[in-house]
């Protein structure tokens, strides 16, 4: 593990994170192209301690997982930027986390069925009168005709960073350094 530079900003508060974590709506999947970065936005679920995510099981993303399966999962949120009467402070409001592990299949029906369950709760909550059928999940076909694979990403180390927004300092449309 690589320490962080600005422990100033280090989150550590596990809670916190879980939180950040269950409620952001896309996260970026960093993976290692031979020599080449290649990130990816996703819809994701943070669940049993956990990313989970699904696509196509064909696709540059698949081929690199399966060549490299050591991945880096980067969330972040930008809460407002801070004004201060000298520039040099000036800063951002924001959350990161970033979870580096292995991203695997889920081979076991019940978890892959259990984390899109979880993906619906989050993104449509209350819109489906039933839970999601194994079934359902098992037969999935993309409009591409190939079968869908969710994803694991168990993180072997968590990192969070965050600055949050004084509300006295957010910089708002027409505020000027005269008013500070």
């Known amino acids: 593990m690589i320490p962080m530079r600005y422990v ?81 402070k000036t800063d951002t409001a924001y959350m990161s986390v970033m979870l580096f592990g292995k991203a695997s299949p889920v081979a076991d029906l019940d978890e892959a069925t259990g984390a899109l369950q979880a993906m619906l709760d989050k993104y449509v909550p209350g819109y489906y009168n039933q839970p999601l059928a194994k079934q359902h999940v098992n037969k999935y076909r993309s409009s591409y005709g190939s079968a869908a694979v969710v994803y694991r990403i168990k993180p072997d180390e968590i990192t969070a960073k965050e600055n949050p927004l004084n509300p006295e300092s957010a910089f708002y449309p027409g505020r000027r350094v005269g008013d500070d």
């Not at 269950?22 to 996703?42: N, T």
Request: one cysteine or more; proline letters at 6%.
């Open 8 to 88: 100033l900003r280090q989150c550590n508060d596990q809670e916190k994170i879980d939180s950040f974590l269950r409620q952001a709506k896309v996260g970026l999947l960093g993976l290692a192209d031979d020599h080449q970065p290649y990130v990816v936005p996703l819809n994701f679920v943070w669940w049993n301690d956990a990313i989970y995510f699904h696509g196509a099981e064909e696709g540059r993303k698949n081929k690199i997982m399966y060549e490299n399966p050591g991945v880096c999962f980067t969330v972040c949120a930008e809460y407002g930027t801070i004004a201060d009467p000298v520039p040099a």
